[in-house]
């Protein structure tokens, strides 16, 4: 009996600290006192927060700022430097617009930064960022001094779509329309040798590249709708581990397809392939035209269009390793790596709409027609790990954010601070702040 005293008062101690009513200063005082690693009810917090995000500022060009006159057009891709200091937006006529996230004022436009669009842009650190293009031409800036690109670089035939840095290499790795990926070695300039580059894969029908952030796996998306995986990447010797293999099998049936991957995955040697197929059976993809990878390199966040549907639709795969290798190849069937998926309109034809995930995971924002949507999954915001199931399931939809009278088609979290940021076709740009 004298026992149990201990457990009831220690449960009472419990219920009633849990009792206490949250709010957003309690929060912020334990951090402040324990550290982020040590804050207290992070699941509360996250959504909280995220289902409370509403519009802080549009920047319209026409009304807000004399720096720019809107002859920029469509925004394509938005993206904040690592401190959450700057955020980029590369857009439709060669132009490139900086701005000061935190105050939503506009520093400076790079007038005819390309010769064609702009593509998409990727910071190396706080202050380097690199851009790519519709004129085939990869760029690289200092933010400190945007009078002049530092460096450009040529190889690519057709539209560079994708951007990434390899931090274990210190390689830049692009990939175009002319079905290559390219490695640029940018340490290494000099005015009578230019930049090196080698191509390290080629195939045709190439759409979109991704890396995970530790540099452990490559992405690749292609017509007519496959993903494909290189695991434990060497970029030094890709080239090398691929050239004679009959990869990716994109005009193969789909039975050739499913030999290929039950052949070559899972494997721990280095540069294997695996060949994703799996995928709602509402509707087989045909273009996968984005792809996102979630920041702890657990999964891929890919959006694809279809032949027969007038629907998108948004998928997550998870590309972590499997434990056991030789049961997953004795098996008669693939490893199941869909997790999530959720249906979206296809709005804006032709333009690639740019999902992403929050600098912690667990949240994805989606564009969704003039508007996008918080999505997660679960309705607490749980992390991704402790929400997969059997079977696939349905991302929850946390909340539609409503700003643009045009498509919205990019959109970015900030790295550290509760802010999102958006682009639409209109050549707007919005700002999201939570509202509590």
């Known amino acids: ?34 550290g982020m690693y040590r804050a207290e009810r992070s699941d509360v917090v996250s959504s909280k927060y995220y289902k409370h995000f509403s519009l802080k500022e549009i920047w319209d060009p026409e009304v807000k700022d004399s720096l720019d006159n809107g002859g920029h057009g469509a925004i394509f891709n938005v993206e904040f430097s690592p401190s959450g ?36 842009v990727r910071f190396l650190d706080t202050r380097s960022f690199v851009t790519c293009s519709d004129d085939c031409t ?4 200092d933010s400190r001094n945007l009078k002049s690109k530092v460096l450009s670089l040529e190889g690519h035939s057709n539209w560079v779509k994708s951007i990434e840095y390899h931090r274990p290499s210190g390689l830049l790795v692009t990939s175009a329309f002319d079905d290559t990926v390219r490695t640029w070695d940018i340490n290494r300039y000099s005015n009578e040798e230019g930049t090196r580059n080698k191509v390290v894969m080629q195939f045709s029908n190439l759409i979109r590249m ?8 490559m992405v690749i998306s ?33 039975t050739s397809l499913i030999t290929s991957a039950r052949h070559r995955w899972p494997s721990k040697e280095r540069n294997s392939l695996e060949i994703i197929q799996d995928f709602p059976e509402e509707c087989r993809p045909w273009c996968i035209s984005s792809l996102e990878v979630h920041p702890h390199g657990w999964c891929t966040l890919a959006r694809y269009t279809c032949k027969k549907s007038r629907n998108e639709w948004t998928v997550l795969h998870d590309i972590q390793d499997i434990a056991d290798s030789r049961d997953a190849v004795e098996t008669s069937s693939l490893p ?11 709005v804006a034809k032709g333009y690639i709409k740019e999902h992403c995930f929050s600098s912690d995971g667990r949240i994805i924002c989606s564009p969704f027609g003039n508007s996008a949507r918080i999505l997660s999954f679960s309705t607490e915001c749980d992390e991704l790990a402790s929400c997969v199931h059997s079977t696939p399931s349905e991302l929850c939809d946390l909340k539609t954010l409503i700003s643009h009278k045009h498509a919205v088609v990019t959109c970015r979290f900030s790295p550290t601070h509760s802010l999102l940021s958006m682009g639409c076709l209109g050549g707007k740009v919005s700002f999201y702040q939570p509202k509590l």
């Open 138 to 141: 990869i760029a690289l800036w």
């Open 222 to 254: 292609a017509i007519p709708g496959n993903l494909l995986v290189v695991h434990n990447l060497d970029l030094d010797y890709l080239q090398v581990d691929v050239e004679g293999d009959e990869y990716p099998f994109w005009s193969a049936t789909e």
């Open 1 to 34: 009996m004298g026992e149990s005293k201990p457990d009831s008062a220690i449960s009472n101690k419990a219920s009633c600290k849990s009792s206490k009513p949250w709010t957003s200063l309690s929060y912020l005082k334990h951090r402040e006192i324990h």
């Open 85 to 120: 200091e700057l955020l980029v937006a590369a857009c439709e006529r060669h132009s490139l617009l900086v701005f000061d996230p935190l105050s939503q004022r506009l520093v400076k436009t790079i007038r005819e930064a390309h010769g064609d669009c702009v593509n998409c």
């Open 210 to 217: 991704k890396m995970c952030p530790d540099g452990s796996k």
């Open 336 to 346: 199941s790596r869909l997790t999530h998926n959720i249906q979206e309109p296809n």
